[in-house]
């Protein structure tokens, strides 16, 4: 069985999984719940998509952040100085309103010994953006994988996204951006390093 992802990273896990002929079922009482027909020919093969398309929404519980960070390599040159990755897309789904949240991370990490391949990091955060999240708990998460699973000296994190439960319901804010951080090991303790981080960023 494949390793679960960090034990602090998942909250409880259901007890039973259902069934897909359950879990397309519940889509037919959402439908009628909402006013519609869910056997009208339009509806028919809704709930069918409807579990498709959570299957790739959430296919994250699936997967394991730190196997993918297990394949790091030493880099002869011996690069020892900030790793930054800008403008990663993400789509990930709030845990209130099971709404997508878009945007992008910018996250930066200082190797100790071993350098790991640039797209482990993108995966890793479309591990994580894949279940139900908080943007603070997503953010949260992203970091601490990456100083678990390379030993990093340090990880910095920015990640901007727009909430379409804050767009689309609600209070109707469409404009919103929210912006997370997270600094871990050095980047939290040193200043300088983070005005390089953020700067960089900027440019
Ligand atoms: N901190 C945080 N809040 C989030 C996130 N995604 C959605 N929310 C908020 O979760 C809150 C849920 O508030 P509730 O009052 O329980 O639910 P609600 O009545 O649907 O809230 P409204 O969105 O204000 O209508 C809302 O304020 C959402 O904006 C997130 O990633 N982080
Ligand atoms: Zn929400």
């Known amino acids: 069985m494949k390793k679960l992802p960090l034990s602090t990273h998942v909250t409880a896990l259901s007890p039973r999984r259902p069934s897909r002929a359950e879990a397309e079922e519940a889509v037919r009482t959402l439908i009628a719940w909402s006013g519609d027909n869910p056997a009208r020919p339009g509806l028919e093969k ?8 959570f299957g790739e ?3 994250g519980y699936k997967e394991d952040a730190l196997a993918e960070l297990a394949a790091t390599f030493e880099e002869p040159s011996g690069y020892n100085d900030m790793v930054l990755l800008k403008d990663i897309a993400f789509e990930s789904h709030c845990e209130h309103h ?5 945007g992008t991370a910018h996250i930066a990490y200082l190797p100790s010994e071993r350098i790991v391949g640039l797209s482990k990091i993108a995966r890793v955060v479309d591990i994580f953006a894949r279940r139900l999240q908080t943007q603070e708990g997503l953010t949260d998460q992203i970091a601490s994988a990456l100083e678990e699973g390379l030993r990093a000296r ?3 994190i920015i990640m901007s996204a727009r909430h379409h439960c804050m767009a689309a319901r609600g209070v109707h804010q469409r404009g919103v951006a929210t912006v997370t951080f997270r600094f871990l090991g050095e980047f939290e303790r040193d200043s300088a390093l983070r005005d390089r981080f953020m700067a960089a960023v900027r440019d």
Request: charged residues 20%.
């Open 46 to 53: 809704t709930p069918e998509r409807v579990a498709d398309a």
């Open 57 to 59: 929404y959430f296919r």
């Open 98 to 102: 099971i709404a997508p949240f878009f």
């Open 154 to 156: 340090g990880v910095a």
